[in-house]
């Protein structure tokens, strides 16, 4: 497992002990709540790049960066081809 780059390594390992010693359903509070931040995150970048976009059009484009290009484009055919 990779250490993030601004974490200490005593600092890492206290902070693998505590997600151990969560029970699962904790483990998956966690989980979910990164998702969340990490779609924001995606969605913000992209609408600073792409101000013009709708919400529909910042949505897509947003499914087109987590999903990527071949499989967006099996799962929505009809859809624009949306920079993220």
């Not at 913000?44 to 087109?64: F, K, Q």
Request: charged residues 30%; positive net charge; without cysteine.
């Amino acid at each position: 497992m990779m250490r993030p780059r601004d974490t200490t390594e005593q600092a890492d390992a206290v902070q693998i002990e505590i997600y151990r010693r969560m029970a699962p359903a904790g483990r998956l509070r966690i989980g979910l709540e990164l998702t969340e931040l990490s779609q924001k995150l995606l969605t913000t970048g992209i609408h600073r790049r792409h101000p013009e976009y709708t919400a529909d059009e910042l949505r897509l484009a947003a499914i087109r960066a987590w999903l990527g290009p071949e499989l967006f484009r099996r799962a929505y055919p009809t859809s624009p081809e949306l920079e993220p």
